[in-house]
């Protein structure tokens, strides 16, 4: 009998760290070469913040210049949250150092910063948010992504030409 139950056990163990690997293998990855990604920003650009979804936020002082936090992991608290906590050191946010926490939670839980882009512009911004939006809907089964990819193509910003004329 205690054959069966360990038997069990072990098969029950390799049933959930199969799921748990197949859930990780899911996660979006959102490292992107065509966004310019920075190490820290200063503590006072963190002012006002909106979501693009549970890890990923955008924040910045001006609108010409935000910046995308993106988080370790899904924060689900800053979907009801009215006000955002960040730490920092020597008025500065730094990438893998500092953290953020959802303002009005009980129980302020750190989320660790684990990239920062740089966005200036509303034209760039809005490519940004589609390049999120396709990885996010990349990482999901038997989604149909045409759309976001089509979002991704209608917001490219074009590069600046070379060698123009000054």
């Given amino acids: 009998m205690a054959v069966v139950k360990n038997l069990f056990l072990l098969l029950s163990l390799s049933c959930l760290f199969n799921l748990a690997q197949a859930e990780s293998n899911t996660k979006p990855d959102y490292h992107f070469e065509e966004l310019k990604s920075v ?34 992991r899904p924060d689900h608290d800053l979907a009801f949250s009215t006000a955002l906590g960040v730490t920092s050191n020597a008025g500065r946010v730094a990438v893998k150092f500092d953290e953020v926490y959802a303002g009005n939670s009980t129980i302020r839980v750190g989320n660790r910063i684990m990239m920062i ?8 911004m809005k490519h940004a948010r589609a390049l999120f939006e396709l990885r996010d809907c990349e990482s999901q089964k038997n989604a149909d992504c045409s759309s976001f990819t089509k979002a991704v193509e209608d917001t490219t910003v074009p590069a600046p030409k070379q060698g123009a004329a000054q």
């Fill in 39 to 72: 190490s820290s920003i200063r503590a006072s650009d963190v002012n006002g913040w909106g979501r693009i979804n549970d890890q990923v936020l955008v924040t910045g002082r001006t609108a010409s210049r935000k910046y995308i936090l993106v988080l370790a």
């Fill in 117 to 124: 882009y740089e966005v200036k512009g509303s034209d760039a």
